[in-house]
Each structure stands twice: as structure tokens, then as C-alpha cells.
């Protein structure tokens, strides 16, 4: 799933699991262990039809190396949560499910919870399986939302850059964009920003649905911390980018007109923008196919003022578990272990898609996949995690996005915003 589309109502996703809790929950977790099929065991695979492209490849390799399995995909459309609905109705006994994938942490949690995921320890300890590999943030996510037990395997991570249109740079006469602090990119925005109307170009863009403050995120700060000055901070500093400066298309606008961020910087209109790594995959695939045409490359994200090292955000952010219902669990780990481990997720990586799995051959695929300069910067900088692993997480996002959008909608001035912010984070926590 792209990034700025609704994510799961976890509310509702909690109620149907709560409900759906005694259809499979008490299940054995040992699978096919006890009685095996004979001949060829089929598993069903369920994942959103985003990942198409390079998830047909990752089954069609595994069916290949695997005589005995065949695993079969399920694409579902993601929009209007169809997907989330379909995987619900699945573990509820509407059609068979022997693997599927989940979209963030909150859904991992939740899932895991319920009692909805199979308890993969034993067998991810007995495969000797390199989890380190998956970086700090799937610790982290495992010791603090699943008690340490491994409930899923990630496959993909995600990574904020700044992307730039090259055409346009070189048109104007300036120097492609290097490491620079937040305070130059500004600076730099205003200067590339010209025009008006529907000519209008803008100096840089910032999506309307990225809700981390990757700014404070990078000084180590969130939206849990007590002290939310630095927070507050990169809020009034979006407010200069999006009215003061006016280098950035207003977050009333992108909000009012529904704009399409990709579409925007596909059509010359964007000197930079800061994004996720997924820009890569959905750029080129544009490209590929002849609906957009530019040059462009990526530069390290940002810096606040203070902190030297190279430093992104993000952290692995898509999964893959097992139904406990299915009746070929050790079947169904096979493809989980391939999915997550370095073959899956080199050919992941083949479709300039960041894996989860780090290693010098899903590096070489992916670097080689991007053919951009840049992308190096995905290995190279530190990671610190976009959402704390916490089960209430996705509670406090919206309740910071809806004060968030407050400000940023230019009703309520930004104090007042971080204290309403405060109150109900407060009554979320406490429950």
C-alpha cells in the first residue's frame, strides 16, 4: 500500500478480530506437523495489488525451487480498505488464507493479539534464521508489541529521502542538492519556486499525509515525549514552507484540490520533494510505461541543525504471517522464510523496492535496480523508527494528525495545538 492512502481502522479491525478470536484462535500452531497431505500442497497467499509487479516473481521463483509446494497469490485493491476487509473476512472463515501480508506495525500488533498471526519463535530460532539482518527497528518492534515472540517476518522497510528533478535544477542553473540541513533546503526551495497559476513551479513539496515530524524525529524526539518542543518546532517550520515562504504548494490546497503528489512531480512542476523510497518504484514504473518523462535522482533527507550524521526515518513496515486456521503451516513457513530471507529479498529489491532483509546481495539488487546514484543513501544513513512500538500508536498519530491539520489549516494557533495534543494523548495512554 502507497503511503497517503487511509490506513486500517484498527478500531473496527479490533471488534471483528475480538469476535473472530474464538474461530481460530484456540487452533493448534503446529499445522501440518500432525497429518500431511499427500501430493503437492497448495497454499493461498493474500497480499494488496500494489506489490504485483514483484511479488508475482517472488512466488513464481519459489514455485520453481519447491516440487511440492505451489503457492498461489491473491491480489486484492487496496483502496478504501478492501484489502483489510477481505484479510478480516478470511480469518473469519469467509474463503481460505494460509499466508498473508500486513501493512505496519499497529496491524502486526493488533493481529498478533488477537491471536491471528501464528507464533513463528520456535520455528524462526530452529532455522537459525539471521534476524539482525532485519535492523534495530524489528527488535525493537518485537520486544516491545509482540512480548519478543516473533509473530511475522518483514520484507519491506521504509526510508525518507529528498528527490529532485534534474531538468529543472539544470534549467535554472543550480547545483543538484547534496546533504544539507532543513534550513538550506528552504532556502533552496525559495529560490526554485517561479510562476503562477497553472504554470506555477513550485521549489519543493511536502505531501499533505506524511504525518511524522521527521525533523524532530531525526534530533531523536517524538510524539510521546513529554517535552514537545522540538515538535512543535518542525510544525511552525512546515507552516513557513507551506505560507511564509509560499515555496510549497499550501496544505489547504493539497488538501481542498486532492492533489496527486506523484502526479505533481512527474509533470515539471516540483523541483524537490521529500518522500518515501517507495518514489523510486512508482517513478520508474511511470516512466517504464510512458506516462511520465524525467530525469531525476535523490539526495540525502534533510538535517536538523545540530546533527551531523546522515539520518532517515523509517524502519521496516510491511510483513508476512501465517493463518492460524491453515492446515500446511510448515508449508506456509517455507514461503515465509524464502519471502523474508536474502533470495525473496533480493529479487524485492530487483524492482527498486527497499528490503527488509540488509545484505550485501539485496544491496547489489537494489543499487543495481535503481540505477540512480543517490539510493546508496538508504544503506549508508542511520534509521530511527516513524512510529514508536507502542499497541496505542496509531490512536496518538491521529490524534496529532487531527491537531496537525488544525494548524496547518491555519485555525488554531500552534500552542494551543500542542496542548490539545497533549490532553489526548493523555486519555489515550491511560486506558
Known amino acids: 500500500m502507497k503511503r497517503g492512502r487511509k490506513a486500517a481502522i484498527l478500531l473496527l479491525v479490533g471488534l471483528m478480530l475480538t469476535a473472530m478470536a474464538g474461530c481460530g484462535g484456540g487452533s493448534s500452531n503446529t499445522g501440518d506437523s500432525a497429518s500431511k497431505p499427500q501430493g503437492k500442497v497448495t497454499l493461498q497467499y493474500y497480499t494488496w495489488n500494489d506489490e504485483a509487479d514483484y511479488m508475482k516473481k517472488v512466488v513464481e521463483a519459489f514455485n520453481n525451487q519447491n516440487s511440492d509446494i505451489e503457492v498461489k497469490l491473491n491480489m486484492v485493491t487496496s483502496k478504501d480498505d478492501e484489502y483489510n476487509t477481505q484479510i478480516m473476512n478470511n480469518l473469519s472463515g469467509g474463503s481460505q488464507m494460509d499466508i498473508y501480508s500486513l501493512n505496519g506495525t499497529a496491524m502486526l500488533g493488533t493481529f498478533a493479539s488477537k491471536k491471528q498471526l501464528v507464533d513463528l519463535t520456535d520455528r524462526v530460532k530452529a532455522a537459525n534464521l539471521d534476524v539482525g539482518a532485519y535492523g534495530p527497528s524489528y527488535q525493537d518492534i518485537t520486544r516491545v508489541l509482540t512480548e519478543g515472540k516473533y509473530y511475522a517476518l518483514p520484507y519491506r522497510t521504509s526510508e525518507y529521502a529528498l528527490f529532485y528533478n534534474k531538468d529543472l535544477f539544470d534549467k535554472a542553473g543550480v547545483k543538484y542538492p547534496t546533504q544539507m540541513t532543513w534550513e538550506k533546503y528552504a532556502q533552496l526551495a525559495k529560490?526554485?519556486?517561479?510562476?503562477?497559476?497553472?504554470?506555477?513551479?513550485?521549489?519543493?513539496?511536502?505531501?499533505?499525509?506524511?504525518?511524522?515530524?521527521?525533523?524532530?524525529?531525526?534530533?531523536?524526539?517524538?510524539?510521546?515525549?513529554?517535552?514537545?518542543?522540538?515538535?512543535?518546532?518542525?510544525?511552525?517550520y512546515l507552516d513557513r514552507l507551506y505560507y511564509k515562504d509560499q515555496s510549497h504548494m499550501s496544505y489547504k490546497q493539497m488538501k481542498a484540490?486532492?492533489?496527486?503528489?506523484?502526479?505533481?512531480?512527474?509533470?515539471?512542476?516540483?523541483?524537490?520533494?521529500?518522500?518515501?523510497?517507495?518514489?523510486?518504484?512508482?517513478?520508474?514504473?511511470?516512466?517504464?510505461?510512458?506516462?511520465?518523462?524525467?530525469?531525476?535522482?535523490?539526495?540525502?533527507?534533510?538535517?536538523?541543525?545540530?546533527?551531523?550524521?546522515?539520518?532517515?526515518?523509517?524502519?521496516?513496515?510491511?510483513?508476512?504471517?501465517?493463518?492460524?486456521?491453515?492446515?500446511?503451516?510448515?508449508?506456509?513457513?517455507?514461503?515465509?522464510?524464502?519471502?523474508?530471507?536474502?533470495?525473496?529479498?533480493?529479487?524485492?529489491?530487483?524492482?527498486?523496492v527497499l528490503p527488509a532483509y540488509s545484505s550485501d546481495a539485496t544491496k547489489a539488487s537494489f543499487l543495481k535496480a535503481t540505477g540512480i546514484q543517490g539510493s546508496n543513501f538508504f544503506f549508508d544513513a542511520k534509521t530511527v523508527v516513524e512510529n514508536q512500538p507502542i499497541a496505542q500508536i496509531d490512536e496518538v498519530n491521529k490524534a496529532f494528525k487531527e491537531q496537525r491539520d488544525l494548524y496547518l489549516f491555519q485555525q488554531q494557533p500552534l500552542d494551543k495545538t500542542i496542548k490539545e495534543f497533549e490532553n489526548q494523548r493523555k486519555s489515550i495512554l491511560g486506558k
Not at 513550485?202 to 504525518?211: F, K, N, S, T, V
Open 191 to 236: 529560490q526554485l519556486t517561479k510562476g503562477d497559476g497553472t504554470s506555477k513551479q513550485w521549489g519543493g513539496y511536502y505531501a499533505d499525509w506524511m504525518i511524522a515530524p521527521l525533523g524532530a524525529l531525526q534530533k531523536g524526539a517524538t510524539i510521546l515525549d513529554d517535552d514537545l518542543t522540538e515538535v512543535s518546532n518542525f510544525l511552525e
Open 257 to 352: 484540490e486532492s492533489v496527486d503528489w506523484i502526479k505533481q512531480f512527474e509533470g515539471g512542476n516540483v523541483a524537490m520533494l521529500v518522500n518515501g523510497e517507495w518514489t523510486i518504484n512508482m517513478l520508474k514504473a511511470d516512466i517504464a510505461a510512458g506516462k511520465a518523462k524525467m530525469n531525476f535522482d535523490m539526495a540525502p533527507l534533510p538535517l536538523p541543525d545540530g546533527v551531523s550524521e546522515p539520518t532517515t526515518v523509517g524502519g521496516v513496515s510491511t510483513f508476512v504471517g501465517i493463518n492460524p486456521n491453515s492446515k500446511n503451516i510448515d508449508a506456509a513457513f517455507k514461503f515465509v522464510e524464502f519471502l523474508g530471507g536474502e533470495k525473496g529479498e533480493s529479487i524485492i529489491a530487483e524492482s527498486s
